[in-house]
């Protein structure tokens, strides 16, 4: 069961062998998921639905027929709805904390826009305990409002570097660093492990490979040489980690 914290971190192109493209698939699903995660802009501008009183989903309406909130607001809560309804409990009925559970936080969070007021946040996770009945529900809604924080603090720090034009060496190091650190502050160092490790293992193969490419001072077989040590560290590490799971 989750708890909070305290109550208790140009190169030549190789032959595409079998590794090469189980990397390759990997490296593919973690863009797609830091996609998710990037999106700064609200994909809910639509003009007429601003203009809408906010509608309470059926699930909710059913137990509580009066409104929560009588203040008009564009955010469909459908698709969280959709997310939370696949959640895995335990043998003991508490919710499962993983990289499945992350993956989920990050679809709920992906529609929401990253203005949105506390007021607004709070409706959202009152929706979500009310869907998913008992402290699995409870448990997830207190995650994504800290996921939601989180990915704010991440995406201020990307601004930062990107405004600053960051390039260096360290770079990568740095931003694992502080990654690695809200992490802890948000979710406690258990949760943000079970949370993360699969995400951070490969992104941060990512990192490598991109500071060892844009390296000035390699020459392009020292270049080479680094990037299949990194990659071989990646896939035992990758491997390692698949058979504890």
């Not at 946040?121 to 989180?150: C, H, M, N």
């Not at 406690?188 to 079970?194: F, H, N, S, V, W």
């Amino acid at each position: 069961m989750w708890q909070r914290p305290g109550s208790q971190n140009q190169e030549r192109t190789p032959k595409y062998r079998p590794a090469n493209l189980a990397v390759l698939v990997l490296i593919l699903g973690y863009i797609a998921s830091l996609h998710l995660e990037l999106r700064l802009e609200s994909s809910f501008t639509d003009k007429s639905r601003q203009n809408q009183g906010w509608q309470q989903p059926d699930r909710v309406s059913k137990h509580y027929p009066v409104l929560i909130g009588q203040e008009k607001w564009s955010f469909d809560f459908a698709p969280v709805e959709r997310v939370v309804a696949g959640l895995k409990v335990d043998e003991r009925g508490d919710l499962e904390v993983d990289a499945e559970t992350e993956k989920r936080l990050a679809l709920a969070t992906a529609g929401i826009p990253p203005e949105l007021s506390q007021v607004d946040l709070k409706r959202i996770t009152f929706l979500i305990r009310k869907s998913v009945s008992g402290q699995p529900g409870k448990d997830f809604a207190l995650l994504l409002e800290r996921y939601f924080g989180y990915q704010q603090k991440l995406a201020q720090y990307r601004m930062q570097q990107m405004a600053e034009n960051k390039t260096s060496a360290n770079t990568p190091k740095d931003f694992i660093q502080f990654r690695d650190q809200l992490q802890r502050e948000f979710f406690g160092l258990g949760p943000a492990k079970k949370l993360f490790v699969r995400k951070n293992l490969t992104a941060d193969y990512i990192l490598r490979r991109q500071s060892i490419s844009s390296d000035s001072s390699l020459s392009m077989s020292q270049k080479q040489l680094r990037l299949d040590q990194i990659k071989q560290t990646y896939l035992r590490e990758l491997a390692a980690l698949e058979s504890t799971q």
